[in-house]
């Protein structure tokens, strides 16, 4: 069975940094493109950030540009958003997400992942 776990998420401040995680099982991780998405209430999920299976190619949202990393750990299974710079317009439900031998042009659709997981919640405050 697939799981996707999310973890890292709370209440900040603006300006604060934190990192989220998102640990795999149930599937051969670097066989997968991986994607972050938020979705803040009475919107669409949006791509925030992906990275390819290598993580030699990673894509940003111009939202997030300069200030979220994103970062995967094959060995561990493992990927990671470090958002710093942290804005009220970045409160949301984060969700990862893994795209089956996806590449750099699908990893912006989330049509095109397979399993996601079930989000963390970030919230900054003013």
């Known amino acids: 069975q697939v799981h996707l776990v999310e973890s890292g998420g709370g209440p900040v401040e603006t300006g604060d940094s934190l990192t989220l995680s998102c640990v795999v099982s149930?599937?051969?991780?670097?066989?997968?493109?991986m994607g972050w998405f938020r979705q803040i209430p009475g919107q669409e999920r949006a791509v925030v950030a992906s990275?390819?299976?290598?993580?030699?190619?990673?894509y940003y949202d111009d939202s997030v540009k300069g200030r979220f990393a994103i970062s995967r750990d094959n060995a561990k299974s493992t990927v990671y958003l470090r958002m710093n710079s942290l804005k009220p317009e970045d409160t949301a439900v984060y969700y990862c997400?893994?795209?089956?031998?996806?590449?750099?042009?699908?990893?912006?659709?989330?049509?095109?992942?397979?399993?996601w997981g079930q989000g963390t919640q970030v919230t900054v405050s003013p």
């Open positions: 997400a893994a795209q089956f031998l996806g590449t750099m042009s699908t990893s912006r659709d989330s049509d095109r992942y397979d399993q």
């Open positions: 990275i390819t299976r290598s993580g030699d190619g990673t």
């Open positions: 149930g599937l051969t991780f670097d066989r997968y493109t």
